[in-house]
């Protein structure tokens, strides 16, 4: 399975933004997904991961403000960012977790440029 993040832009802080995560294939048997960020020249951080049961993970400097889901009909995850602040500057992916490890190859992440 392959998995394509979409979604980004360049949004003043405050605001909000939907990321989306399509599947080429069946995510319904896919136990945890989750969606990672990545600023230049620090490592790409685990942001949240949903189960196939629904539960949640939030990293603390986005937990109340962030909202993971998935829609196994539409085989897309979504990460809807709000109150959004210039420090949520960066490439954000998605893929399949293990723990906090991706399963699969990096695919092309999403720019996401909050303006202060």
């Known amino acids: 399975v392959q998995l394509q993040a979409s979604g980004g832009g360049l949004v003043q802080a405050g605001g909000s933004l939907r990321l989306s995560c399509a599947s080429s294939?069946?995510?319904?048997?896919?136990?945890?997904l989750g969606w990672y960020r990545q600023v230049p020249g620090k490592q790409r951080e685990l942001v949240a991961r949903?189960?196939?049961?629904?539960?949640?993970y939030y990293a603390d400097s986005v937990k109340g403000r962030f909202t993971i889901s998935r829609d196994n009909a539409k085989n897309t995850v979504y990460l809807q960012m709000s109150s959004l602040k210039p420090e949520d500057t960066a490439v954000y992916y998605c893929?399949?977790?293990?723990?906090?490890?991706?399963?699969?190859?990096w695919g092309q992440g999403t720019l996401v440029t909050v303006s202060s």
């Open positions: 893929n399949i977790v293990r723990g906090v490890r991706p399963i699969l190859s």
């Open positions: 949903i189960s196939s049961g629904g539960s949640t």
């Open positions: 294939g069946s995510i319904f048997s896919i136990n945890m």
